[in-house]
């Protein structure tokens, strides 16, 4: 194992424009680690482990090598001809779809588990709301040899039945979480995955499945993540005269598939679009507050009290965002907005019906963000367009048919 | 040192100059309707101080009891704001220390942060304060402003901090400085951890604050063994359980009384 640590001046030159955080671990006022003293040597733990795992050549190969072999990367940059032609734009899918796991999930996962074993513990714990983080985290525990236990909010267990029975096949156990005031969803699903580190920091990793958490998990899984914009970057290059497309758009719950792809395009000229769910946009109606660990906009009500988010997608019904996205959108990098279950909807029967490929609901929030702008004008006749699809409607297909009912 | 500060700190430790075991009882605020009887009930039975949660929606460090206390009050419509109003004035002989999350000390005055909920309880007469995810590294404002507010800031200590880390956090704790009994969330248990007196034992070799173990003190007896290294107690769990399960408050002042008893005759 090398013993050489990354200070803060060799990581910023390394994540160039979307920088590391400060040493507290914020974005501008935004992140930090807001722990109760008995989890704080834990986090502190995974920050050192990281920043010298992420230095160590022997562990980035390794990393790298999963995500060529297992995860199937590089994953495409698709051309959507059909689609582009419907809307008089020029739409190119980032296909996260096509990764292992049928999400970008597993590139986080991968990275987290390869820390877990190289810091000995033998356990991963891990929260999830649509249960593609928990499937994500539940398999790679099986790649790797470690135990796994998924919390998932009561009513989430429900409606993604097929990915509980995907964890448990995989060897996880998955514990529904409730509390008597709240809905069960993956704000409840996150409390009892830090309740359950508290309990068990000697033995088992927290593996945060997105860009929210204490530091140094914001920053760690946009690392993580950074692939899918980095390799989209290299594609787009390759694919465009212009090398950037116009505009760059995904969705964002905790943000992680966005950050990671921002973070291959935030020093070019595109344009960077994020998308909330419209009933968990926690940047534009969230209100500064700490949660789970950290600092951001959440959604809350005047007493204090943290609210539930809504949204026809598990993986978007979160109530706060990752720091680093507060502070893109109040410097004005990435501009935020949100749609609605209904527009995503829309947006998703369309694209399945024109390429064939059905979104995972996350995604079809950035979809619809393309289809709607793309009608309004907002975005330009003729512009390019990069849309990361994050993840594959299978998971979501009961709700679909649902919901079309 | 100010007036508020000593009263917190001047009474706990003129209790333990007095050979007293300090017993802390923890109460939801709001949990049943008449919970301000338990506050005086609690006193009157020998509590030293009394800690007064807050509720909040997702509380991190709470066990099902205390968040199940917590979804009581606020189904009963309790709100942290109108609680502390119902602080002000109330004079039970000991100091009422508040405990919440840090979300609500940040947003209570939204304006004016974590400074302005220190304020706000010295304006209602809290004598301290504990907000278990403001880890020192987070608290440098908050430690300032209650200090200049007189508040007793209370800091948490847990097994598995260093013993550089205990130094730090006891130097910057007033009031007393909190021994987590053991790397568990709130709740009762059967055993007292084996890590509460280990942990206690080396707090106590750092600091002449008053030092005093929480979570996981179920019974009587767990006081008793948790005191042969440690000033004192908090219980919590095992009392907010009984109102729980819908025990009369008087019910729940017996067995403060009963853990006063049992450390007095303890020795202490």
């Known amino acids: ?405 | 040192m100010s007036v508020a500060v000593a009263t917190l700190e001047h009474h706990l430790r003129a209790a333990r100059a007095d050979g007293r075991r300090l017993l802390i009882p923890y109460v939801m605020a709001g949990v049943v309707p008449d919970w301000l009887d338990l506050v005086r009930g609690a006193a009157e039975a020998g509590a030293d101080a009394i800690e007064i949660g807050l509720p909040f929606s997702d509380p991190m460090l709470d066990g099902p009891t205390v968040q199940q206390a917590a979804a009581l009050a606020t189904g009963r419509g309790a709100r942290p704001r109108p609680l502390l109003d119902s602080l002000a004035g109330l004079d039970v002989g000991v100091p009422l220390v508040v405990m919440t999350y840090a979300n609500v000390a940040m947003t209570l005055t939204p304006e004016r942060g974590v400074g302005g909920f220190v304020d706000y309880l010295a304006a209602v007469g809290v004598r301290g304060v504990i907000v278990p995810d403001l880890p020192l590294e987070e608290s440098a404002e908050y430690l300032a402003r209650a200090s200049e507010a007189e508040v007793a800031a209370v800091l948490l200590a847990a097994p598995s901090c260093d013993d550089e880390r205990c130094r730090e956090i006891a130097q910057a704790s007033s009031g007393f400085v909190y021994c987590m009994s053991s790397m568990r969330i709130t709740g009762e248990r059967a055993d007292l951890a084996t890590t509460a007196r280990e942990t206690a034992r080396r707090l106590k070799g750092m600091t002449d604050l008053p030092v005093v173990t929480g979570f996981g003190i179920s019974t009587v007896a767990h006081a008793v063994e948790a005191c042969a290294d440690a000033d004192g107690v908090v219980v919590g769990s095992a009392f907010m359980r009984m109102l729980v399960d819908g025990a009369p408050v008087a019910e729940v002042v017996d067995a403060v009384a009963a853990f006063r008893r049992a450390l007095s005759s303890a020795g202490g």
């Open chain 1, 1 to 405: 194992m090398s013993s050489r640590v990354l200070d803060v001046s060799a990581t910023e030159v390394s994540t160039d424009a979307m920088r590391a955080p400060d040493a507290a671990g914020r974005f501008g006022r935004f992140g930090g680690r807001y722990l109760p003293e008995a989890l704080m040597p834990a986090a502190k733990a995974v920050e050192a482990a990281f920043r010298e795992a992420w230095s160590d050549a022997a562990f980035t190969t390794e990393y790298r090598r999963l995500l060529a072999t297992y995860v199937g990367r590089p994953t495409p940059l698709t051309e959507c001809a059909r689609l582009s032609e419907a809307l008089g734009v020029r739409v190119l899918l980032k296909r996260e779809d096509l990764a292992h796991t049928g999400s970008h999930k597993i590139n986080n996962v991968l990275g987290q588990a390869l820390l877990a074993q190289r810091m000995g513990k033998r356990k991963l714990i891990a929260e999830t709301g649509a249960g593609q983080h928990g499937v994500a985290t539940a398999t790679a525990a099986a790649l790797l040899g470690l135990a796994c236990t998924v919390y998932m909010g009561q009513t989430d267990v429900r409606r993604q039945e097929l990915n509980v029975f995907r964890m448990e096949l995989l060897g996880a156990e998955v514990v529904p979480v409730t509390s008597a005031n709240g809905v069960g969803t993956l704000k409840e699903a996150t409390n009892g995955a830090l309740r359950a580190w508290v309990n068990e920091t000697e033995n088992a990793h927290y593996c945060v499945g997105s860009t929210m958490g204490p530091h140094p998990y914001p920053w760690m899984v946009r690392e993580f993540q950074r692939v899918i914009g980095d390799e989209a970057r290299a594609q787009c290059a390759d694919r465009l005269p212009t090398a950037v497309p116009d505009v760059v758009v995904a969705c964002v719950g905790g943000g992680s598939n966005a950050a990671g792809t921002f973070a291959g395009f935030v020093d070019t000229p595109a344009r960077l679009v994020g998308v909330e769910a419209a009933g968990g946009s926690a940047v534009d109606k969230g209100k500064l507050g700490v949660l789970h660990g950290f600092m951001s906009h959440f959604l809350q009500d005047d007493d204090s009290q943290v609210l539930e988010a809504h949204s026809i997608s598990a993986g978007l019904d979160y109530p706060g965002v990752g720091p680093e996205h507060v502070h893109l959108a109040s410097i004005g990098r990435v501009h935020y907005t949100s749609v609605t279950d209904e527009q995503a909807m829309r947006a998703l029967k369309l694209v399945t019906r024109t390429e064939g490929i059905l979104p995972a609901l996350e995604s079809a929030h950035a979809l619809a963000w393309v289809v709607d702008a793309a009608a309004t004008g907002e975005l330009p006749a003729g512009s390019t367009v990069l849309v990361t699809l994050s993840g594959r409607g299978d998971k979501d297909i009961h709700q679909i048919r649902e919901h079309l009912r």
